[in-house]
Structures are given as C-alpha cells and as structure tokens.
C-alpha cells in the first residue's frame, strides 16, 4: 500500500502517527508471522479476477444478485480449499467474505452452524457419516431452527418429529403456518440438506426439542424431496445474499440416525434416554454467540476506517473564521463520535479473545462429565453478545452519519455494513431475550451472595458489593472499573428487591419477574458493561508492546471506560460514590483522550489493515480519493450508460405536451 499515490491530508495524518503501525497490526492478528499469512491469504483471494464483480451488485436484480453470490462462494471455496492443502493455513472466512461478497455468503449457515452443529451435537458415528462429506461440500447444509410463530421461545417450536418404532423412522410435519421453518441462511435455494430442530414424540409423549440432520433436495436435481415445501422468503434489510428460506414437511420420513445424538438418544424400541443436561442441545448457539462478539469488533473496524479516513479527507467549515476549512476530523464533537468506534473494536476483540478462551474451557470439561462452569459461560455469552451486537450497530450507524450525505450512498458501503451489523442484534437470540438469560443468572446470584456462597469469577464483584457497598470513588481506570461493578451489584439488588416487593404484594413470581423485567434488562446491561469494562482494561495493561503503542491502548481503553461512565453517569450518581466534581474531572479526562488521540487516529484504523477490497468503499479507501471514487462509482449506474432514458419518450415528453394543451 505503501507506493499508492494518496490524498495529502492522508499523508500528513500518517506522518503524524506516534507509533509503529505495523506493531499494532501484528499485535491485533496475534504476530508478525500471522500478519504475514493473512496478508498473503488475501492478496490470493483478492487477486482472483473470478471474484470481482464489474458491475456494482446492487444495480442486479434479486434473482442474478443471488446467482452471482452463489457462483462466487463455489470459486471461494475452490481457492480456499487448494490454498489450505497447500499452507496448510485456516483463514478467517469472514473478513475476506466480505470482501467478496460486500454483504455475507449464502454458505454462511453452512460454515458457521450446519458443520459446527454436527460436531457439536453428533455422536462420532454421525460425524463420521457427515462430516466428511459436509467439510468437502458434497452436501451443503443450513440450521433450521426459527419458525414464523416462534423464534426466541423454542420450546415453543411445533415442526414436529414423531417416532415410528416399525421403521424405525421420525416423521416431520408442520401441520400449521406458523411451524414452517423462517429464515435459516441458505435455505431458499442453496441447501439440500438442514439441521431441523423439533419437536420429539414417542407414542404421542413429547421429549422436548431435538436437532435432526435432514436432507431437503435431490443432490442430483436439486428439486425438493416429495413431502418438502420449501423456498426463499424474499428481500430485507441486508443479508441480501445470504438466502433466507422456508421450510415445511409433510409426512416427511428420514431414519433413525438422523436425530443428532451425543446428548439425548432414542433407541430403536422408541425408549428415550436422557442426556446429561438438555440445555446441551442449544450449544451451536452458545458457540455462535461467543462468535458473534469477535464479528463485532471487525464490523466497527470496517466502519471506524470508513469514517475517520474520509473525515480526514474532507473540509467542511471554519473554526476559526480567519483560517481555511478544516478537515471535519478537527471537530471534537466528530472525534466524540469515532473514537469511541475505535476503541469499541479493541475493546470487542479483547473480550472475545477471554470468552473464546472460556468457551473452549467449559467444553473441555463438558467432555469430561463436568457441567458447573456451563451457567456461567451461558450467562455470559448472552449478555456479552446483546451489548456488544447492539453497540456495534450503534457505532456503525454513528459512523454512517459522521460521513454526511455521502454516508447515506450505497458506495460508502456504511449502509451495508450496518445492515449485516444490526442483523447480529436479532439474530442467535433477540437481544431483549438473551439479558433477561442473563438476568435469571444475576438473580440467582444475588441471592447467593446473601446466603454467604462464594460466586463464580464473573458475579463475585456482588458479594464484595455487599461486603462494603461504600466504596470511596476514584478516578482512575481501576477506580472506574469498580464503578462500574458498583452500578451493576446496585441495579441487580434493586431488580432483586423490587421482585420481592411484587411478591409481597401477592403476585406470583412470573408476574413478578415481568413486573421488574426492565430493572433486570438494565441489571443485566450494566453487568455486561463492567466485564467490558474489567476485561479489557486487564488485557490492555498486560498487553507487551512498545512504550508508545501501549501509550495509545491505553488512550483507547481509557477513553471507552470514561466514555462509558460520562453516557451513564446518571447510574453512577444513584448507585455508586461518584460525586459531580468527579464527573467534571471525567469530562475533562475524556476531552484530553479524544485530543490524544487525534493525531493518531488515521494511523490507528490503518492499523485494522482492511484493504480495500474488503471495505469496498468509496469513502473508506487507503488512498483517500473520495470525490474520484464517488463520481467513478456514481458513472457505473446504468442510468449514466444512455444520453436519454426511454422514459423520457414514454412518460415526460408525452406529459409536457399535454400540460402545453
Ligand atoms: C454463523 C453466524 C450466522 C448466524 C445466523 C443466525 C442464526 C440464528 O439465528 S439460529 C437461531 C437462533 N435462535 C436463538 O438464539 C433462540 C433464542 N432462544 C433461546 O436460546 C432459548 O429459547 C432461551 C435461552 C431464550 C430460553 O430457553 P428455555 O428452554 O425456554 O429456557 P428457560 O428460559 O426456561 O431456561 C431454563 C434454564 O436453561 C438455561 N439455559 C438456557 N439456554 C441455555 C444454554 N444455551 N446453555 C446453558 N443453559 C441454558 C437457562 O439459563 C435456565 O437456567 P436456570 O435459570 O438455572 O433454570
Ligand atoms: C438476518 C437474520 C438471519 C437469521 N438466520 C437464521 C438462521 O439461519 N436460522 C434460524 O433458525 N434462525 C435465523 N434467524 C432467526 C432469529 O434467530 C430470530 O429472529 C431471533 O432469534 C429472534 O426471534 P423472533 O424473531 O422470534 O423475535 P421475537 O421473540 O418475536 O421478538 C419480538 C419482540 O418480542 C420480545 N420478546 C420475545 N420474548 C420475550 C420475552 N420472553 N421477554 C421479553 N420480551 C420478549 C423481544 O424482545 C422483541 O422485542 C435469523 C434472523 C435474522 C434477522
């Protein structure tokens, strides 16, 4: 990138950079090494001719969109495929992905659910029977779970399986509209085969929810199996290429075997023999969840060098009438609203790399019979993926609005990276749902802490709360950090005590529960901010770097705990010992932080080393023609492939000559 001719205020930011970017660089990909194999991954990919697309995919229609994605993920797969075998090298799908898609891949639900589910929740002999076959792509597969009457609730589901000792069959029905199957990634016309997830009798006696491998088409054809209704549900708001379906069955007949079985079993006389715990069935979406944290941190990376590279570049206003427009960057208020963007991706890598590492914890020793780390890391997992997936579309959508008019154009590609960005929020567990998850935890907790039981690692924070809630306030970043433990024990006692209040007054727990529902939403929020908070300020003064690289992370994680305490500060008075000179003094902490900041910031989203294949933006590009591109972009719209639109024949001319009679 180094020899591309850029824009001269780009150059100047860069010259200006405190610190070492590809130290910054190596340290976010885990070394200089990693670096190295990314970088010659992508240019691989992105020197695919095959791969790129002459015409800007939004001026196709749905149909040839949807083709033209299809026809890439083969090639992707190919290259993909031959490049492992010969590096012997697992990349990150996603940050190529979308590159090559600009939104996301109709093999999504295939990498990301269809395989993982079967490793999951097969037993070796049906790993060994599709595994194989599903890694190599000789069957494509999708997770079929959400139905159009349920999707949170999934012990609501109705798709039905019904055990038939004779032939030792399940059958699948979805006897009503609301149990077809809605949404599953793939499913529309690229699938033939899912992980259905429903609901299990044994001579008319309901065992739960079950996952099923099912195959839906004929792999030779293509066409549906008699006894499956199935088909695409049509466009949205982004994923547009990910190829959401519908799904129902009819007297649908597949083996025995198909039920997915290290956890619960039915055996060929139809007994059913019960796992070691049933929550064990939802473990593709624990392990998506923990994903979906680290997606996070990548789409406000792609939209954080969008905005400050094109907020360097562009000029609008004086603030000093005597002296030239400035570049909008200059504006505090600008930098207010970017470099929490920044430091929201360092903060979501960071935690994502501990709960990946709790993640595979619990697993280990789920393999070993041990389920007590499992509440926990449930737990967590779901309020870390609320708050991160909604702040993530926060931060996009701020940065989308930084960039002016120009943000709201489809070639800044900010609107499509808040449409796959604000999906996350939905989808793998509405975020509403999963905080109230985490709720029933804190409660629980709670409660635990006052009968004197020592909590697990991530809640201990509320029996030091309760040992001494008079903490004297300090404005430091430990300081904050306890601050923040101090608002969520608080706001989890007052969810706690208003329940009981309900109860008191006669309502039932449920009513109860509901009553408060709101306290234990925020409760369970203010949780997820402090191990935000807690989590990557440890990573951060662990982290061995340069003195000035460390410097500036701690510039970064500083600003994302100030910035935090100043939105909340409300909280803060209520429910810890912050006082207002204290919240004036964070104020002018954080002014100094974006000030610190500023000179680095281009150098810092440089640091992310999105090319810019992957931004596939008009404003975001390394070399800062912005003006260039948007007009290049704009000149492609077969619109400006004419001097004169037939409609003008059709429609203005005949319509000015009536209004001359
Ligand atoms: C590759 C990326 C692309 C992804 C594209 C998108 C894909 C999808 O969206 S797939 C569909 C995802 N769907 C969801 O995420 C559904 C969300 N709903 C649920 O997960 C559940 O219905 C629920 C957790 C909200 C409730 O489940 P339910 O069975 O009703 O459980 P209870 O509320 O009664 O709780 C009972 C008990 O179980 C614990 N628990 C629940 N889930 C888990 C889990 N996954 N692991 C461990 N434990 C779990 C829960 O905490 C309760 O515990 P106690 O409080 O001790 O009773
Ligand atoms: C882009 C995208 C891709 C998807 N891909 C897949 C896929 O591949 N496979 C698949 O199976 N599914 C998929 N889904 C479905 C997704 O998992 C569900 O939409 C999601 O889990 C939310 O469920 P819902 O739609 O039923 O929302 P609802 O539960 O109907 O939510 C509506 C409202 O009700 C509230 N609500 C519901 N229950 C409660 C409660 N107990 N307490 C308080 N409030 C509540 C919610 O907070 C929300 O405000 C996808 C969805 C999207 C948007």
């Given amino acids: ?149 349920h999707g949170s609730f999934i012990r609501g589901l109705e798709t039905r399986a019904t055990y038939d000792p004779k032939t030792e069959e399940f059958i699948l029905n979805n006897a009503t509209l609301s149990s077809f199957k809605w949404w599953p990634g793939g499913l529309g016309s690229t699938v033939n085969h899912c992980i259905v997830v429903a609901q299990l009798f044994i001579n008319g006696k309901s065992y739960g929810i079950q996952p099923f491998i099912v195959q839906i088409r004929d792999l030779n054809t293509h066409k549906p199996l008699p006894g499956v209704k199935v088909g695409e549900i049509g466009p949205k708001m982004g994923f547009q290429t990910a190829n959401n379906g519908f799904l129902g069955f009819e007297n649908f007949r597949i083996p025995r075997m198909n039920m997915l079985m290290k956890n619960a079993q039915v055996l060929k006389d139809g007994t059913f023999v019960k796992g070691m715990n049933e929550k064990l069935t939802y473990g593709t979406m624990v392990m998506v969840r ?66 990946s590492k709790s993640y595979l914890n619990v697993m280990k020793d789920l393999a070993q019979g041990k389920q007590d780390h499992l509440p926990e890391l449930h737990a967590t997992a779901c309020c870390l993926k609320a708050v991160c997936s909604r702040d993530a579309g926060s931060v996009v ?94 706001k989890v006692k007052a969810a706690y005590d208003t329940i009981q209040k309900y109860i008191k007054l006669g309502k039932d727990y449920e009513d109860a529960w509901n009553l408060a529902s709101v306290q234990l939403m925020k409760a369970s929020e203010a949780h997820s901010r402090s191990i935000l908070c807690e989590v990557s300020w440890g990573e951060v003064i662990r982290t061995s770097a340069s003195p000035n690289l460390l410097q500036v992370l701690k510039q970064l994680a500083q600003l994302y705990l100030v910035y935090w305490t100043l939105e909340t500060s409300g909280d803060f008075l209520v429910y810890s010992n912050i006082s207002k000179d204290d919240i004036a003094i964070l104020r002018e902490k954080y002014e100094e932080l974006l000030a610190a900041i500023r000179p680095n910031a281009v150098g810092l989203v440089d640091a992310f080393d999105l090319r810019d294949e992957i931004l ?18 704009a000149l492609k719209s077969p619109l400006n492939q004419e001097s004169v639109n037939a409609s003008f024949h059709k429609y203005l001319k005949p319509l000015m000559e009536k209004a001359k009679l």
């Fill in 290 to 355: 923990v994903g979906i944290v680290g997606d996070c941190s990548l789409n406000t990376s792609l939209a954080a060098t969008i905005a400050v590279r094109y907020s360097a570049v562009r000029h609008q206003s004086k603030i000093k009438a005597k002296e030239p427009e400035v570049q909008i960057l200059d504006y505090v208020t600008q930098q207010h609203k970017l470099f929490i963007a920044i430091a929201s991706s360092h903060v979501f890598r960071n935690v994502y790399s501990w709960l």
């Fill in 397 to 490: 959508e701020e940065c989308r609005l930084a960039c002016g008019g120009h943000g709201y154009m489809t070639s800044s590609n900010l609107p499509l990276v808040y449409g796959f960005t604000i999906a996350t929020v939905t989808y793998e567990g509405e975020q509403t749902v999963l905080l109230l998850q985490t709720a029933r935890y804190l409660v629980k907790a709670w409660l635990a802490a006052l009968q004197g039981k020592v909590l697990a690692p991530s809640v201990s924070y509320l029996s030091d709360w309760l040992k001494n809630d008079n903490v004297r306030w300090q404005n430091t970043p430990e300081g904050i950090v306890k601050g923040f433990q101090h608002v969520a024990a608080g």
């Fill in 1 to 149: 990138m180094a020899n591309v001719k850029c824009n001269p205020d780009l150059v100047r930011e860069r010259a200006k950079c405190s610190f070492d970017v590809n130290e910054l660089i190596h340290l976010i990909d885990g070394g200089e090494n990693a670096t190295k194999e990314k970088r010659h991954f992508e240019e691989t990919i992105f020197s695919v001719k095959e791969l790129q697309d002459a015409v800007p995919e939004e001026y196709l229609s749905h149909k040839d969109r949807y083709e033209n994605a299809v026809r890439k993920a083969t090639i992707l797969r190919d290259v993909c495929r031959e490049y492992m075998k010969k590096y012997n090298y697992k990349p990150n799908r996603f940050r190529v992905g979308h590159g090559v898609f600009k939104d996301v891949s109709p093999f999504l639900l295939h990498d990301g659910m269809f395989v993982a589910t079967i490793i999951g929740q097969g037993t070796p002999e049906q790993q060994a029977e599709w595994l194989p076959k599903a890694e190599n792509m000789q069957i494509i597969g999708t997770y079929a779970q959400t139905e159009l009457g």
């Fill in 616 to 633: 596939h933006s008009t404003l975001g590009s390394y070399d800062g023609r912005v003006y260039e591109r948007l007009m290049e972009e």
